[in-house]
């Protein structure tokens, strides 16, 4: 996509989201090599889906950690945001005990073990809050940026209206490390359900403990059509999410009016660079919204184009500029 010349302030940075699917090892590694030369200013790193995904181990992801943080990346380590297991708890005490890496909580559990942490260490934490905890108002950011929070990734599903409602740029919310910042759903397939239950593994007709790791052939999920043919869901592992790929191009200047600074994209199979360039170009360098999703509708992506929620419409509404 062409990019218009001349200077422009940046007004976006773009954080990489944690990557939602089994792809292999080298696969993995060598996306992340293309992440550490893009514009790129955070990376969120660590398994979100499955901890029976363990072709990366925490170690593996520790040492890729510090490769982009020499590569000049804000580094953040997700934890899982639905824990089932004690080992899955003992991870989330781990990642929380690290002083390494700023940590993103996944869920609630995580809080805890936040600032268990900070009293152990009698400091204040400095972690993020994750999209899947619910904060859908100022006193619940509030509550949560006590803890030592310094930035909040939206909730999926809310417009950018509400978003400027729940921590106004006028009057940010502020906790120990000062002001939080606002971070929303730039980009790609939205995490809609998640359970206990292994929702390939059941498509398979196999069990969760047995599953023989089938996600590793759905390299962005398992698309479901519905009856009339319409992409509808996708299933991956333990979640459920859109068929469409959340893309807010159009939305950038109502994003930016309600506080948010930074907008999250999730990682995809095909294209994924070219992604972030054409982000780049829009919300750093002026080119035009219009065109980028056309580029963008032109590409191999895994699915149709949607931003409903940002518009605070039905989640499966067409991009639009």
């Known amino acids: 996509m062409p990019i218009p010349s001349g200077a422009h302030p940046r007004l976006a940075e773009f954080s990489v989201g944690a990557l939602s699917y089994w792809w292999p090892r080298a696969t993995t590694l060598a996306f992340y090599a293309a992440i550490a030369d893009s514009s790129a200013s955070c990376v969120v790193l660590g398994e979100t889906v499955c901890s029976r995904r363990t072709e990366m181990k925490p170690g593996d992801w520790l040492c890729l950690a510090r490769e982009l943080r020499q590569a000049g990346k804000e580094v953040v380590l997700a934890t899982l945001p639905l824990l089932s297991s004690e080992a899955e708890w003992r991870a989330v005490r781990d990642l929380a005990g690290q002083e390494e890496f700023m940590v993103e ?67 940010r919310v502020r906790g120990p490390h000062g002001e939080i910042g606002t971070e929303a759903w730039g980009f790609g397939r939205l995490a809609l359900a998640m359970s206990a239950r292994c929702f390939t593994a059941r498509h398979h007709r196999l069990r969760k403990d047995a599953c023989d790791f089938r996600c590793r052939d759905d390299a962005d999920g398992l698309p479901l059509d519905s009856s009339e043919g319409q992409a509808f869901l996708c299933i991956n592992g333990t979640q459920i999410q859109s068929a469409g790929l959340h893309a807010v191009l159009g939305e950038w200047p109502a994003l930016r009016a309600a506080g948010v600074s930074r907008l999250r994209l999730s990682p995809c199979s095909r294209g994924f660079v070219e992604v972030l360039r054409t ?37 499966m509404t067409a991009a639009r500029a």
């Open 279 to 315: 982000f780049e170009a829009v919300c750093n360098e002026a080119a035009d919204p219009a065109d980028a999703l056309e580029h963008l509708r032109a590409m191999d992506l895994p699915g149709p184009l949607v931003d409903g929620y940002a518009r605070g419409m039905p989640g």
């Open 105 to 171: 909580a996944g869920d609630a559990s995580a809080l805890h073990a936040l600032e268990q942490a900070a009293q152990q260490r009698a400091s204040p934490a400095r972690f993020v809050l994750g999209p899947h905890l619910n904060i859908y108002n100022t006193e619940a950011l509030r509550e949560h940026a006590s803890l030592g929070a310094v930035r909040w990734v939206a909730p999926v599903e809310l417009a950018a209206s509400a978003i400027g409602h729940v921590n106004p740029p006028q009057a």
